[in-house]
């Protein structure tokens, strides 16, 4: 393969990887509604009363107890791979390029850690 066949490949594999990322979560979300959706309508043909406590304790689950602890690390983790990424291609540039990509999400991840913080303990 010639390098301007793979330089036109890259971009093109890395939007379609975003895209498949990004439908494979719509499509488990949506499955995941539509089966609530029939949890419920077999409850109520087979009779039984559903409060409206009910129908919200089944239709959003609690939100996890260390979600934004859980969260911040992950996007520290995605911020250092954008680093280490950065380090391993061999040119001067990339290396400030992908300092100033892992920015984001390093700053989204210190968010997350300090609103662990200063969360109030349950």
């Known amino acids: 393969m010639s390098p301007a066949t793979l330089d036109a490949l890259i971009p093109i594999v890395?939007?379609?990887?975003?895209?498949?990322?990004?439908?494979?979560?719509?499509?488990?979300?949506?499955?995941?509604?539509?089966?609530?959706q029939k949890t419920m309508r077999t409850a109520i043909e087979k009779g039984?009363?559903?409060?409206?406590?009910?129908?919200?304790?089944?239709?959003?689950?609690?939100a996890a107890k260390n979600r934004d602890l859980r969260r911040g690390i992950i996007s520290l983790a995605i911020g250092a791979g954008f680093i280490a990424l950065g380090l391993a291609i061999p040119e001067e540039e990339a290396v400030r390029v992908m300092l100033g990509v892992s920015s984001f999400p390093i700053a989204l991840g210190l968010g997350f850690l300090l609103m662990h913080k200063l969360s109030p303990a349950e």
């Open 14 to 36: 890395l939007f379609v990887s975003i895209a498949v990322v990004v439908g494979l979560f719509l499509y488990f979300k949506n499955k995941s509604k539509r089966e609530m």
């Open 48 to 62: 039984q009363e559903l409060t409206p406590e009910v129908i919200e304790r089944l239709g959003s689950p609690p």
